[in-house]
């Protein structure tokens, strides 16, 4: 057993620099060299377990989770999301600065991650931020009986949709889809769905979760969900900490 209050603090309230040299979140964060994909999911929850405050994750965000948040995209080749947390978050395309367009161009990656929705049924408002407020086309995966007018009005848009063999969105073929263009560093952003989907069938490398230093209660659901248990054991490769009490952990599948 070992103390964890020795975490590397982030973002201090009061100004000074922490104790612990602010950390290279980019090193911390580092994806491992393979050539196979690796999914990292991340998440914020309360400390009694919530996924949202008020419908939305954001309502849980601290700096400190803000910060990791932008690292873990800047980090990533694209960003995947289930169709129900991209209308519930109003998603759009990833936002990239000048400094880390340019870490991202020396590791040989595109200057900004594309967004991937996974959506079986393909019914996205094609005139939403996905296709209008981005720098690149998003990605759409959809299954084989999605909708022939929904698929039609997105790739109008300038979507990029690709259509699974089954009528749902396996794992196996959204992360085979992704590696055929080169997507291996793979961040996914939810929803709890998408999440439990990809833990029942075993796809999930890492997680990194961090808890919001407040107590909700309410009816808010869990991080994942799935119809059956899927028991993954997982090891902490990294805890962070902030002086406002938000801590986050960056888990591993345990070998």
């Known amino acids: 057993m070992h103390s964890l209050l020795h975490a590397t603090c982030i973002t201090p309230t009061d100004g000074s620099e922490p104790v612990d040299a602010t950390p290279d979140l980019d090193a911390l964060y580092a994806y491992p060299d393979t ?38 995209r800047g980090l990533a080749d694209v960003v995947v999301v289930g169709a129900g947390t991209a209308r519930d978050e109003n998603y759009g395309g990833v936002r ?46 959809v299954g084989s009986d999605a909708d022939e007018d929904a698929v039609a009005a997105l790739r109008a848009a300038g979507a990029d949709v690709v259509r699974t063999r089954s009528r749902s969105v396996p794992s196996a073929d959204l992360l085979g889809l992704l590696a055929e263009r080169g997507l291996v560093r793979v961040l996914c952003e939810g929803g709890p769905t998408l999440f439990g989907a990809l833990l029942a069938d075993d796809a999930v490398d890492e997680l990194c979760l961090t808890t919001s230093p407040m107590l909700v209660a309410g009816g808010a659901g869990r991080i994942a969900e799935s119809t059956a248990d899927a028991v993954r054991a997982m090891r902490p490769e990294a805890v962070l900490a902030d002086d406002d009490g938000t801590l986050l952990v960056r888990w591993v599948r345990a070998r």
Not at 54 to 63: D, F, I
Not at 104 to 115: E, N, S
Not at 117 to 135: C, Y
């Open 96 to 141: 990239i600065d000048d400094a880390t367009r340019a870490a991202r161009l020396a590791r040989g990656q595109a200057a900004v991650p594309p967004v991937c929705v996974v959506s079986a049924s393909g019914r996205i408002d094609p005139a939403g931020r996905l296709t209008t407020d981005t720098e690149v086309a998003p990605i759409v995966v």
């Open 35 to 72: 050539a196979a994909p690796w999914v990292r999911v991340n998440f914020v929850a309360s400390i009694d377990g919530a996924r949202t405050l008020g419908g939305r994750s954001a309502g849980l965000g601290t700096p400190a989770d803000h910060r990791v948040f932008s690292a873990l």
